[in-house]
Structures are given as C-alpha cells and as structure tokens.
C-alpha cells in the first residue's frame, strides 16, 4: 500500500453505504455529498444535518505546565479557559504567519485537547512538540484515538437529547463535557462551523459507527440528514467563517485577516511570534490591511478563490472563498479588498470573472445569522 494512499475514517464503509460521492481532502478519503449539496445546506438551517469529521486533528497537552506551554505556544491566553470550557485561537509562525487556526478545549486542570485542521494537524502537532522544550508538559498526538460526528442545525438539542443523559441545556456555546451518547462514552462540545446551534461529539472509532447510527435513528424523523463537505463549505461561507487555505494563510497575520482580537498581548509571558504581531498590530492602526469583506452578486456568475476584485478598472482585492448561496439565493464571496473598497455598500465594485467584470455589492459579513 502506498503511503499516498488516502486514509479513511471509522464511517467510511457508512458513507458508501449510503451512496456518498467521496472526494480526497487533506489525504483522508471524505464525503463531498450524498444527494443534493443544496438540500444538505437546507437541512442544516431549517433541521438538522450530521457530518463525519474524522479527519480533523486531535492534540492533548497535559502536565502541570500544559496551560504555561499553550500561552507560550499560541497567541490567546489558553490558561484562563476554564474546565470545560473552549477557546478559539490561532498558532502562529515566529514572523506572525497564521499556521492554522484552532479550537482549544480544556477538559482537567492540566489536560487540554487542541484540534486542528486536517491538512494542518502534523504541521501543528510538530510545533507544538518543538516549543514544548522547557515546559513539563507532554503533547500527544491524538488523531487516531477520536472519530468526530457533529449534527448541526435548529434540531439538534432536541435530537442530541433523545441519546444523550447529558444536561444540554446547561452546556453554553464554546463549551465541552464529558458523558454518554448512545450508550458510550463521549466529549459533547457546543461547537460547530455552520452558524447554526449544533454538537461536536468526539467518540471512540470503534463507537462511530453506533453513534451515527443512534443519531440518525433519533433524527431523521425531525428532518436529519447525512451531509458532506461541499455543503460545509457553503454553511461556514455563508455564516462568515475562515477557511485555513482561504483565508487565513502563513502570509497573513491574524491582523492581516481582521481576526486580531484573538491575539492577547496581555497574557503573561512571552509567546511566539509576539514582537512580529506587535508590529502587526501598530500596522494595522497606521495604514488598515486589505479588509476581509462579503461580496454579494447581482448576477448568476460564481466567483472563485483567486478571482480578482475590481473598481474602475483597477484590481482593489482578491476572492477568497466563493459559491452559491443556498439561503440567499445568489452568489457570495468572501474577499480581501482595499481598505477604500471595503465599506458596505461601496459602489462601483465588481469581480473579474474570465475577463467580464461581474458587478458585486459590498457587505459586512456574514451573510447569514441565525435567529438566537
């Protein structure tokens, strides 16, 4: 076999069961869609949608210096999470770079879960190995040891509940706690990349394939349905979300993509990449970086990544993620533009699409919010 072989997730023999169109993606073997990408996209917004995400990456930081070697390590200030909390951060290069955006969990006083992006977790898992030198604290690479399932969408709650004895109603956004589901033992965390309410379940690979089971079961009588990459894609676009690769790169800092909040200056000790982000920072206030905006079509052409924006004739930014909106009914963008370009409702601007330049609203993102 040869090690460019793709590899597969505990629900790989599922997703072809059901008929799934598989597509390789971070070198993992994963569903695009199962039937319809639109009426996957629906499900999630008006029901509910479960997706494998096994190929996410898993890291546990543990020790009594796990939260000193995270401060260290990352930008946020990881040691006031408190357990059972999360936090969305990044991990940066010493020059600023974003090398993947991440979501923390605290699950003891000294263990941490750090989960990346696919097509990142080595690049992460050996960053981290390498700045935990001096810190008594152990990184672990987890990735074998979890399946991740996720069900999204305004029925979830209810759905999650119907296999659950956890206390949902209890668990807060941006929050994990251990307990059962369907039976066996689970990390349930209030997280998700749709904008809709939803559920990460991180379960053991040989308990997928019952926790799908269960889930599905449990749901498709309120609407839930099996759901794929390419409505994922759709889901977060709409709902304003980064895509490592897309926007977020090595060549930008997290001031570069609008996203400095998540650097904490204030936390104590030194981190990596502080003197580089610092000077970010100033940049930013002096002389504002292209602004990371919401394109909106007022024609049936799709914009896509790489695709210039332009306005009177000149190039004023770059798409970076583009497709149908589902739920607006017309094609979106998200875009790096000129600061000048960059205010909603600026006029004049459009998108060069094969030569034509394709007229495009300008909007604050996201496109989509959902009603709380």
């Not at 017309?330 to 000048?340: E, G, L, S, T």
């Amino acid at each position: 076999m040869s090690s460019n072989a793709p590899r597969h997730t505990a629900l790989d023999a599922l997703h072809r069961s059901l008929g799934a169109t598989m597509t390789d993606f971070a070198g993992w073997d994963m569903p695009l869609r199962y039937g319809s990408e639109r009426d996957e996209h629906i499900a999630v917004r008006t029901k509910a949608g479960l997706f494998d995400l096994s190929h996410m990456g898993e890291i546990t930081v543990t020790g009594p210096e796990a939260a000193a070697l995270l401060n260290h390590a990352l930008v946020g200030n990881i040691a006031t999470v408190g357990v059972g909390r999360a936090r969305y951060t990044m991990i940066c290069q010493e020059d600023g770079g974003i090398l993947d955006d991440l979501i923390v969990y605290r699950l003891a006083d000294h263990e941490y879960m750090v989960v990346a992006n696919a097509s990142n977790a080595q690049v992460v898992l050996d960053a981290l190995t390498a700045r935990a030198a001096g810190f008594d604290a152990e990184v672990r690479d987890d990735r074998d040891a979890y399946a991740l399932i996720a069900v999204q969408g305004p029925e979830s709650p209810g759905i999650l509940k119907a296999v659950t004895d956890a206390d949902l109603d209890g668990l807060k956004y941006y929050a994990g706690l251990p307990g059962t589901v369907a039976g066996v033992p689970a990390l349930i965390a209030r997280t998700g990349y749709t904008g809709e309410d939803g559920f990460e379940l991180f379960v053991a690979p040989a308990d997928a394939e019952k926790v799908w089971q269960a889930l599905t079961d449990a749901g498709t009588p309120a609407g839930l349905v099996p759901c794929g990459l390419s409505c994922r894609d759709t889901l977060r676009l709409e709902a304003g979300m980064p895509l490592y690769g897309h926007e977020l790169t090595t060549s930008l800092t997290p001031f570069d993509a609008g996203l400095g909040r998540v650097v904490k200056f204030e936390k104590d000790g030194d981190f990596v990449g502080r003197a580089a982000l610092e000077e970010a920072a100033a940049r930013a206030e002096q002389n504002p970086p292209r602004v990371l905006v919401g394109l909106i079509a007022e024609g049936r052409r799709v914009p896509r990544a790489g695709y210039a924006v332009v306005a009177g004739g000149e190039v004023v930014g770059e798409i970076t993620s583009g497709a149908p909106s589902p739920t607006l009914g017309k094609p979106i963008a998200m875009a790096y533009v000129d600061a000048a370009h960059a205010a909603p409702g600026t006029a004049g601007v459009g998108v060069d699409i094969r030569g034509s330049h394709e007229p495009y609203e300008v909007v604050a993102l996201p496109f989509y919010k959902r009603r709380k």
